[in-house]
Antibody
Framework: QVQLVESGGGLVKPGGSLRVSCAASGFTFSDHYMSWIRQAPGKGLEWVSY????????YYADSVKGRFTISRDNAKHSLYLQMNYLRAEDTAVYYC????????????WGQGTMVTVSS | EIVLTQSPGTLSLSPGERATLSCRASQSVSSSSLAWYRQKPGQAPRLLIYDASNRATGIPDRFRGSGSGTDFTLTISRLEPEDFAVYYCQQYDSSLWTFGQGTKVEIK
C-alpha cells in the first residue's frame, strides 16, 4: 500500500547536525513532489521544505533557510532532510508528505520522527 | 503565502452534538485544494477531507466538508468520543503548503 516511513530522528546538541530520511513505497516516487512538515511539542503544524519531482525546484521556510537542505534519491525512493546548526526551537516531530495521485489525488503523510535539540 | 485562519480556537461540546469548524483563507484557494485533518495526542494528523468536500478512505459520513474560494467548513454531525481532538485545515493550492492554527474540540 501507499506508505511513507520516516527515520533518523534523535537527540542532538544545539549547533549540531542530523539527517532524517523518508522511505516511500506503493507509488511512483519520481512522479510526486515531496514536502517536510514539522510540529513542535504542543504546537501546530509548520511546513518546512518542498522539493519537486526531479529535485530541480526547492523551497524552504524562512525559519530553516540556510541551515536545512532537502534532497531526494528517486532510484532509492527516498527523501532526506539534512539539518545543520540546530537550535532548541527546531525540536519537533518531522513528517514527510506528498500529494499522492493514483486515480484520485490527496495528501499523504508518514508517522513522523522526533528530533530533540537539547544540551 | 496563503494564510489560513481557523475559528473558533476551542469548541466545547457534548457527545452526540453537532460541531461546526471554520477555515478562512487570505486569498482564494483554487480548485478547492483544501484538506481537513484530525489529530489525537501523540498521533500523526489523519486526513478526513480533501478537495474541500471529499471524504478520505474509511472516514465515516458524519464528517462533511464544504466551501470554496476563501471560506471552508468542516461539520461533524454527531460527535463520537474519538472526535474530541484537534482539527487542522491545510491548503495545497500552492507548493508551499500552509496550515490553520487548529481548532480544539473538547468535551463540555
Amino acid at each position: 500500500q501507499v506508505q511513507l516511513v520516516e527515520s533518523g530522528g534523535g537527540l542532538v546538541k544545539p549547533g549540531g547536525s542530523l539527517r532524517v530520511s523518508c522511505a516511500a513505497s506503493g507509488f511512483t516516487f519520481s512522479d510526486h513532489y515531496m514536502s517536510w512538515i514539522r510540529q513542535a511539542p504542543g504546537k501546530g503544524l509548520e511546513w518546512v521544505s518542498y522539493i519537486s519531482q526531479s529535485g530541480s525546484t526547492i523551497y524552504y521556510a524562512d525559519s530553516v533557510k540556510g541551515r536545512f537542505t532537502i534532497s531526494r534519491d528517486n532510484a532509492k525512493h527516498s527523501l532526506y532532510l539534512q539539518m545543520n546548526y540546530l537550535r532548541a526551537e527546531d525540536t519537533a516531530v518531522y513528517y514527510c508528505a506528498t500529494f499522492y495521485c493514483g486515480g484520485d489525488c490527496y495528501p499523504i503523510w508518514g508517522q513522523g520522527t522526533m528530533v530533540t535539540v537539547s544540551s | 503565502e496563503i494564510v489560513l485562519t481557523q475559528s473558533p480556537g476551542t469548541l466545547s461540546l457534548s457527545p452526540g452534538e453537532r460541531a461546526t469548524l471554520s477555515c478562512r483563507a487570505s486569498q482564494s484557494v483554487s480548485s478547492s485544494s483544501l484538506a481537513w485533518y484530525r489529530q489525537k495526542p501523540g498521533q500523526a494528523p489523519r486526513l478526513l477531507i480533501y478537495d474541500a468536500s471529499n471524504r478520505a478512505t474509511g472516514i465515516p459520513d458524519r464528517f462533511r466538508g464544504s466551501g470554496s474560494g476563501t471560506d471552508f467548513t468542516l461539520t461533524i454531525s454527531r460527535l463520537e468520543p474519538e472526535d474530541f481532538a484537534v482539527y487542522y485545515c491545510q491548503q495545497y493550492d500552492s507548493s508551499l503548503w500552509t496550515f490553520g492554527q487548529g481548532t480544539k474540540v473538547e468535551i463540555k
